[in-house]
């Protein structure tokens, strides 16, 4: 955990931030990722509020779609819902 903003919502939380593998770690291994992406690629994370942390991962729960559709910031807030909770947690304390 650090005190960075996060890097979704924009806020700076008591708690810090989380780092969040933009391809999960659990699809490390699997060959579908592995031709398509390099070890830095793998390694990629942003610094997530544990709000946004945990959003994501309620709202996108498969993982192997989380590290081929939404792997990139850009990518996670042009998802509908991620972007609507974005969108509400912008405006919490």
């Known amino acids: 955990m650090t005190d960075r903003a996060c890097q979704l919502c924009g806020r700076i939380t008591k708690r810090g931030t989380t780092q969040h593998h933009l391809i999960p770690r659990t699809c490390h291994g699997n060959k579908w990722f592995k031709k398509r992406f390099t070890r830095e690629d793998m390694r990629m994370t942003v610094a997530l509020c544990r709000a946004c942390h945990n959003a994501i991962h309620e709202l996108i729960p498969d993982e192997k779609e989380l590290g ?16 609507k909770f974005v ?3 912008r405006k919490q304390k």
Request: glycine share 6%; with cysteine; charged share 25%.
């Open 87 to 89: 969108s509400w947690v």
């Open 68 to 83: 081929r559709e939404f792997n990139t910031l850009e990518k996670l807030c042009a998802h509908a819902e991620v972007g």
